[in-house]
């Protein structure tokens, strides 16, 4: 049997107010609007679809956070994900990109998966880091920014974003851990049907100690806007005349 | 809820997480598929066909029945939050779904034979098949007890003779569920399919509310049905009357999204539209509005959160459900009008919903029972003495 994980992540949305806690180094919990993050969605919405086109494939849903994050895992069970993990961490403590792995190659070693799937990044942090390390971890294959997929035999072939424009197209052998890039599916809605039998799938929880954390956010804070504005007065010659300076001294075009 | 709109007193906290993941499943489907066609075919006058399908693979349709009855078997406060996020859409989109729902699939559901159930409640689930439903006629609304439809009994058969008025889909469905008397004055239920001989559906034109629905005229020329194609089940005017009270029971939640596209969507630009030297959201004038928009909208939803509830116990009774369909229809309407005054001038383009929420309104304030018979419903209720001739 083939075996998919797709490690998904709690984020506060895009359209959130972002109000900064008390301690200066989180958000406001209450006040978030948390969703799914999106490229975790298309990653989810990849594997549903090698599943579909796979005899005998199972796919897991796997999510680190807090209790508040089995929504997410309900939404990827909804939407068709066969089983979920929730690694329950109580706080928002653990950031840093090789702890994270580390806590998801450790509860992933024993599923023995094929493939892991996983966005590119996530939209709080933005890290871009956590599916290569597991796969590194957990001595898989890993490929990075993929755009599209397709399962052959024990091997995987993707495409991946390259920069410029340019694409790359790169075979490896299973098993293996990819990040998925946004928009190269559409991902599908959860039917009524799927939301309602999504409750008698199974979710295993798995408690994680948090102690063991390399990097600490320190202050996090919005940025304060500034206010300056220099006004070049003046006939038009003096206007350019001003403006070149300005640009060759000051803006050093 | 309070995801996608106002929730003051904290309806949020009473859903299930499957209530919020289907009210979220909804809301994403109404703001990606199909906000961007609605101006178009508001203005064209036309329904998009092409959502059907995903409406019944979603299942949005019949979605409180049971699974093996073509549902999803969803509670009612499920049921009626997915109205809520279609009729922020736009009233013909709940409309669509009300009438597939409500007024198609539950009296072939309540009132069918089994093979009329195995032969139609899953085509209608999943959008395959569309229906209809005629009752009232061209000088029968209030009163569809003296409908002037009728069916005679033919050997095994029945010939229907007659006409009905303000169909919604009724054009494009597949089938219509008509109500008619028979010779002892018993009004009873049919499935007519479309292409029998002597049935025919033609649009209604000249619609300036419920642009984008479908409403038609259907007409019946000795239409030979099998009695096998009867509701076996139910007699008399409760019939079709049980089915309007499911029906208006999304109504009541429909408006309420209706209301708070119009609240959402006046709020934003009070914020940003400045006049003299501040937004006008800054101006007591429009803080009273918003206020008051927010108060009614609060109001509309404990109705139709509580209704819901009742519902979902098996203690709803039709009254109660009059006056939620009466009080939140007037609540949308007020709010809309308001809506559009926050929004001067830019209110009266369809660039800004809340004007072709307002004039959809105009319908839903009409259709399913008027706010006038509903409020006669109440008052017979409140005095014993009945106003209209039962």
Same mark, same amino acid.
């Given at each position: 049997m083939m075996k998919i994980a797709v490690l998904i992540k709690q984020v506060p949305g895009s359209e959130s107010p972002l109000s900064i806690a008390d301690?200066?180094?989180?958000?406001?919990e209450e006040k978030v609007a948390y969703i799914m993050n999106e490229s975790d969605n298309y990653a989810l919405e990849e594997a549903l679809l090698l599943k579909e086109g796979t005899q005998d494939c199972e796919v897991v849903v796997v999510s680190l956070g807090p209790e508040r994050v089995k929504k997410i895992i309900r939404e990827g069970l909804a939407k068709g994900a066969d089983r979920g993990m929730h690694l329950n961490i109580?706080?928002?403590?653990?950031?840093?990109p090789l702890s994270i792995a580390k806590i998801f190659a450790d509860a992933l070693k024993s599923e023995n998966f094929d493939l892991i799937l996983s966005g590119l990044q996530s939209d709080d942090l933005g890290h871009g880091q956590t599916g290569i390390i597991i796969g590194e971890l957990l001595k898989m294959s890993t490929g990075s920014l993929a755009v599209s997929t397709k399962l052959d035999g024990d091997q995987i072939a993707i495409k991946q974003e390259m920069e410029a424009g340019f694409f790359q197209n790169v075979r490896m052998s299973l098993p293996a851990s990819i990040t998925i890039q946004s928009g190269l599916n559409t991902p599908r809605y959860p039917s009524l049907k799927g939301i309602m039998g999504a409750k008698k799938k199974e979710i295993k929880t798995l408690d994680i100690d948090s102690s063991d954390q390399k990097l600490k956010i320190s202050k996090l804070y919005l940025p304060s806007s500034s206010n300056e504005i220099t006004m070049i007065d003046g006939s038009p010659d003096q206007i350019v005349e001003n403006l070149v300076k300005v640009f060759k001294s000051e803006i050093k075009i | 809820m309070k995801e996608f709109g106002p929730d003051y007193y904290n309806i949020t906290e009473m859903l299930t997480e499957e209530e919020l993941l289907i009210q979220k499943t909804a809301n994403d489907f109404v703001l990606n598929e199909f906000k961007p066609l609605v101006n178009e075919h508001y203005e064209n006058g036309t329904f998009p066909k092409e959502l059907i399908p995903k409406l019944g693979d979603l299942g949005?349709?019949?979605?409180? =029945?049971?699974v093996e009855f073509g549902g999803s078997g969803v509670s009612n406060v499920a049921y009626g939050l997915i109205l809520h996020e279609l009729e922020r859409g736009d009233s013909g989109l709940r409309s669509f779904a009300s009438v597939q729902g409500a007024l198609v699939m539950y009296p072939i559901y309540a009132y069918g034979s089994n093979d009329q159930k195995k032969k139609w409640l899953k085509l209608l689930g999943s959008g395959n098949k569309i229906g209809c439903f005629g009752l009232t006629e061209s000088n029968f609304g209030s009163n569809p007890g003296s409908m002037l439809t009728r069916c005679k009994k033919d050997g095994d058969n029945w010939i229907i003779n007659g006409s009905k008025m303000w169909i919604t889909n009724g054009s494009i469905a597949d089938i219509a569920i008509v109500w008619a008397r028979d010779e002892e004055g018993l009004v009873r239920g049919f499935i007519l399919e479309k292409g029998m001989e002597g049935f025919s559906a033609s649009d209604i034109h000249?619609? =300036?509310?419920?642009?984008c629905s479908i409403t038609s005229e259907l007409s019946f020329e000795n239409v030979c049905v099998p009695d096998s194609s009867r509701l076996p089940n139910v007699e008399g005017l409760k019939g079709p009357l049980s089915c309007l009270t499911q029906a208006r029971f999304g109504i009541s939640w429909g408006m309420m999204g209706a209301a708070t596209d119009c609240y959402q969507v006046a709020l934003n630009y009070a914020k940003e539209r400045k006049q003299f030297s501040k937004p006008i959201a800054a101006y007591q004038l429009t803080q009273s509005k918003l206020a008051n928009m927010l108060t009614r909208i609060t109001e509309g939803q404990l109705m139709a959160y509580q209704l819901a509830k009742l519902k979902d116990d098996e203690r709803m009774n039709f009254l109660q459900v009059s006056m939620a369909k009466r009080n939140n229809c007037m609540i949308a309407r007020d709010v809309a009008k308001t809506a559009r005054e926050i929004l001067g001038g830019n209110g009266i383009t369809i660039d800004y919903s809340p004007i072709r929420h307002m004039a959809n309104i105009e319908s839903v304030f009409t259709y399913e029972g008027t706010h006038e018979m509903h409020t006669l419903i109440l008052g017979e209720d409140i005095t014993k003495i009945s106003a209209f001739d039962n």
């Open positions: 301690s200066n180094v989180w958000l406001d109580n706080s928002n403590d653990v950031t840093d | 949005f349709m019949g979605s409180s =029945l049971p000249g619609k =300036l509310s419920l642009r």
